[in-house]
């Protein structure tokens, strides 16, 4: 009990406090995370993720290991999620909905910082990756299975994985790497990016309060049953056996890449749904209700479900 109080306390905790501050926050003020939200992605972000990879002690062999199981645990779960979702009978746009956020973890606001106050920088490094692959292709395949919910197909909007700054953040770093022109870690550039990078960190966790604050489950709480099964329970155990299928040599980055699969549903699937698909679906169930229920549930069952599998990983009964 004391190990899981411990693990509660120095990787959980730290997002429970500051998410609920983004919450009280969003309850008692009219924020507008539009800007915030900006400034993290095209800011923050890429600085983080160019001072991890480009300081990370382990090799090219284990960035491609990391983006291989990545991409392969993403298309895995699309795959179960829409058999399962056909198999019970869901139609479009919900089915679209079901696939998405079963697929897509909150590998960035929540994986990055929990990656990092359980396994430390080699966690938050892996983590940066993992983002960095799942952002790749929820902005190709991902709007392409949101195209579908509206009964549509084509390439529209998949020019967007060509603006994300977090491929251009990854690529800049390794191109640093393999030519030698990292800079040194006491530098004063290199210390800029750590500190523009780890104001990143409790910036994603005010946002994921203040979206949460903005949900409304309502009717919708009955429906997500499905969703809420796939993500926190189905998630982690494709993503161990994808970890021990991959063969990572480094423990900490497949425990890292573990505990991502785990993480709750994202919001992004909800805006895609809503750009590129269906709206509503009938029986006055909406997409929006729908995936915000899902991922205030699975946010909320996260407390204690992760608390329990970071000490299963510690122990190294799973990976």
Do not use: W
């Given at each position: 009990m004391s190990s899981l109080l411990s693990i509660f306390a120095t990787a959980i905790l730290p997002i429970i406090?500051?998410?609920?501050?983004?919450?009280?926050?969003?309850?008692?003020?009219?924020?507008d995370i539009g800007p915030l939200n900006t400034v993290t992605v095209y800011v923050f972000v890429p600085a983080l993720i160019f001072h991890s990879i480009a300081t990370a002690t382990f090799g090219g062999s284990t960035l491609a290991r990391i983006g291989v199981a990545t991409a392969t645990y993403l298309v895995a779960m699309v795959v179960i999620a829409g058999v399962v979702g056909r198999l019970t009978g869901e139609s479009e746009p919900i089915l679209s909905?079901?696939?998405?956020?079963?697929?897509?973890?909150?590998?960035?606001?929540?994986?990055?910082?929990?990656?990092?106050?359980?396994?430390g920088p080699e966690g938050r490094s892996t983590a940066v990756v993992y983002l960095t692959v799942q952002s790749v292709l929820l902005y190709t395949g991902g709007i392409y299975v949101a195209q579908r919910s509206g009964g549509t197909r084509g390439l529209g909007g998949m020019k967007r994985a060509l603006k994300i700054p977090l491929v251009?953040?990854?690529?800049?770093?390794?191109?640093?790497?393999?030519?030698?022109?990292?800079?040194?870690?006491?530098?004063?550039?290199?210390?800029?990016?750590?500190?523009?990078?780890?104001?990143?960190?409790?910036?994603?966790?005010?946002?994921?309060?203040?979206?949460?604050?903005?949900?409304?489950?309502?009717?919708?709480?009955?429906?997500?049953?499905?969703?809420?099964?796939?993500?926190?329970?189905?998630?982690?155990?494709?993503?161990?056996?994808?970890?021990?299928?991959?063969?990572?040599?480094?423990?900490?980055?497949?425990?890292?890449?573990?505990?991502?699969?785990?993480?709750?549903?994202?919001?992004?699937?909800?805006?895609?749904?809503?750009?590129?698909?269906?709206?509503?679906?009938g029986g006055g169930l909406s997409v929006a209700e729908y995936v915000s229920t899902t991922v205030l549930v699975t946010t909320l069952l996260s407390v204690p479900l992760l608390t329990v599998l970071i000490a299963l990983l510690e122990s190294g009964l799973l990976v």
């Amino acid at each position: 009990m004391s190990s899981l109080l411990s693990i509660f306390a120095t990787a959980i905790l730290p997002i429970i406090t500051l998410a609920s501050v983004g919450m009280l926050l969003g309850r008692l003020q009219n924020v507008d995370i539009g800007p915030l939200n900006t400034v993290t992605v095209y800011v923050f972000v890429p600085a983080l993720i160019f001072h991890s990879i480009a300081t990370a002690t382990f090799g090219g062999s284990t960035l491609a290991r990391i983006g291989v199981a990545t991409a392969t645990y993403l298309v895995a779960m699309v795959v179960i999620a829409g058999v399962v979702g056909r198999l019970t009978g869901e139609s479009e746009p919900i089915l679209s909905a079901l696939v998405l956020v079963s697929a897509f973890p909150n590998s960035g606001n929540y994986g990055i910082p929990l990656s990092e106050f359980a396994f430390g920088p080699e966690g938050r490094s892996t983590a940066v990756v993992y983002l960095t692959v799942q952002s790749v292709l929820l902005y190709t395949g991902g709007i392409y299975v949101a195209q579908r919910s509206g009964g549509t197909r084509g390439l529209g909007g998949m020019k967007r994985a060509l603006k994300i700054p977090l491929v251009y953040a990854v690529a800049a770093a390794l191109l640093a790497r393999y030519l030698g022109l990292v800079p040194p870690a006491d530098s004063t550039a290199m210390s800029t990016l750590e500190l523009v990078g780890n104001a990143s960190i409790p910036m994603m966790l005010l946002i994921l309060g203040i979206q949460l604050s903005d949900t409304d489950y309502g009717a919708a709480l009955s429906s997500v049953g499905k969703a809420t099964v796939l993500k926190m329970g189905v998630a982690p155990l494709v993503g161990a056996g994808i970890a021990l299928a991959v063969g990572f040599q480094n423990t900490t980055v497949a425990r890292t890449f573990v505990l991502e699969c785990a993480t709750p549903a994202a919001i992004t699937p909800l805006l895609l749904v809503v750009e590129f698909g269906g709206e509503s679906a009938g029986g006055g169930l909406s997409v929006a209700e729908y995936v915000s229920t899902t991922v205030l549930v699975t946010t909320l069952l996260s407390v204690p479900l992760l608390t329990v599998l970071i000490a299963l990983l510690e122990s190294g009964l799973l990976v």
